[in-house]
């Protein structure tokens, strides 16, 4: 095969682009919003649509691609901080995907390894051996242990097909999703605050920009300093916001105590609501999470714990009914979570690894279609890149 050969054609019906993800309240993007609407109706066919499978468009079938990937890199304009260290080069593979009839796929393998997913490099080996043809039978036996593989090559198949899916924009504080029945229509985005003071004057310019839900890092400098910003934060944050805690593990079993009982009585003073504490301990210190969430007003959510799909099973068969922060681009497989999903009914928040525009939208897509409550998705990450992403892959390919 060669992708010079083939013709690109509109696909009559396109699924991936049903589940598009589109934003809402971004005047740049009105003209094209608008435009895909009417294209979207144009090419819609329910009645296709209800035969089809909703779940496993590409990879239900025998299907084959051609396939290319680039290395990217791309600079934080400020090193993302954390308790884990500090982080100042976001680096992935972008994955490009050509079928017989011209239709391009998009996939983006962005892993955090010491989050819990592969390397960087074990994931361009696992590019490098591949054939340049590949088939869904190749991409439904990628090995569990190389979850942002997984996702990538998945999300690229699934998405073959839907060129006009691309309408993200970075910066917005609200998604709204294609008319789809089944997905949620709008996805409210949290704002991450970096560690430290700067979040002081960070969360305002976030609020102009229309975020609501703010993420602050917590756990990275010595605890009364911190308690010392949170208590400010919260004393200047308007009644309608809310503030999630993330402590990426950094927290001994009495700090995180500590926290919880200062979130619950500053909860009684200040109208902004503290939605949670995300990954007080550990991920080996589960046990000290579970208990932690039976005595304290503020919610707890597992995020390192969860990092991968093996990992969310194994944290809710030892019990955990609490919030679940799924990052998709480092869970692995999105049909096998949606498998999960349709047995186990669990409280997630939907977040970003970092990614391009191309898996952020692949991550969009799944959070529209399997967030149940109405919690912000953690997108809200634009502001610590020093140069704004292109928003369309064909730009992002051509400039890495
Ligand atoms: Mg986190």
């Known amino acids: 095969m060669n992708a010079d050969k083939f013709v690109p054609q509109h696909s009559h019906f396109d699924l991936p682009r049903l589940r598009s993800v589109q934003v809402a309240q971004c005047p740049a993007l009105s003209t094209q919003h608008s435009a895909l609407s009417t294209h979207t109706s144009t090419y819609l066919d329910f009645a296709r649509y209800k035969s089809l499978s909703v779940k496993h468009s590409a ?30 080069m976001r680096e992935g593979i972008i994955l490009r995907l050509v079928d ?3 239709n391009v796929g998009w996939g983006e393998i962005a892993p955090i390894s ?9 994931a361009l080996n696992f590019c490098r051996q591949l054939p340049k043809e590949i088939t869904s039978e190749t991409i439904v036996s990628i090995p569990d242990d190389l979850p ?13 097909g839907s060129r006009e899916w691309w309408f993200d924009y970075f910066g917005c504080a609200q998604y709204k999703s294609a008319h789809q029945p089944g997905l949620r229509e709008n ?11 700067v979040a002081l004057q960070q969360w305002q310019t976030l609020w102009q920009q229309g975020y609501r839900t703010f993420k602050w890092k917590i756990g990275v400098d010595a605890i009364a300093k911190e308690l ?10 308007p009644a309608s916001a809310k503030l999630r805690l993330d402590a990426n593990g950094g927290l001994s079993y ?5 926290w919880l009982e200062t979130c619950g009585k500053i909860q009684g003073e200040v109208s902004a609501e503290i939605e949670f504490l995300e990954q007080p301990l550990p991920v080996k210190d589960l046990a000290g999470m579970l208990e932690l969430s039976k005595f304290y007003r503020t919610a707890i959510a597992l995020d390192e714990s969860v990092a991968t799909l093996q990992q969310l099973i194994s944290c809710y068969q030892q019990g955990w009914r609490g919030i679940f922060v799924l990052k998709p681009g480092i869970i692995g497989s999105p049909s096998k979570l949606r498998q999960f999903y349709q047995q186990h009914e669990i409280d997630a928040v939907f977040s970003s690894v970092f990614e391009t525009v191309i898996g952020r939208q692949a991550a969009l897509n799944l959070a529209a279609e399997l967030s149940r409550k109405n919690r912000a998705v953690g997108f809200g ?17 051509n400039n890495f």
């Not at 010491?114 to 074990?122: I, K, N, Y």
């Not at 942002?148 to 073959?160: K, N, R």
């Open 381 to 397: 990450v634009d502001h610590f890149f020093a140069q704004a992403a292109a928003t369309n892959p064909e730009s992002l390919w």
């Open 59 to 88: 990879l239900s079938t025998q299907h084959s691609a051609l396939f290319t990937f680039r290395p990217y890199q791309r600079k934080f304009a400020r090193p993302l901080t954390t308790h884990h260290g500090v982080w100042e």
């Open 114 to 122: 010491w989050f819990g997913s592969e390397t960087l490099d074990q």
């Open 187 to 197: 996805l409210s985005c949290s704002g991450l605050l970096a560690a430290g003071e």
């Open 100 to 102: 017989e009839a011209g």
């Open 228 to 237: 010392a910003i949170f208590d400010n934060l919260c004393r200047s944050l």
């Open 254 to 258: 009495e700090e995180a105590e500590l």
């Open 148 to 160: 942002a593989c997984q996702f990538g090559f998945e999300s690229a198949f699934d998405g073959m």
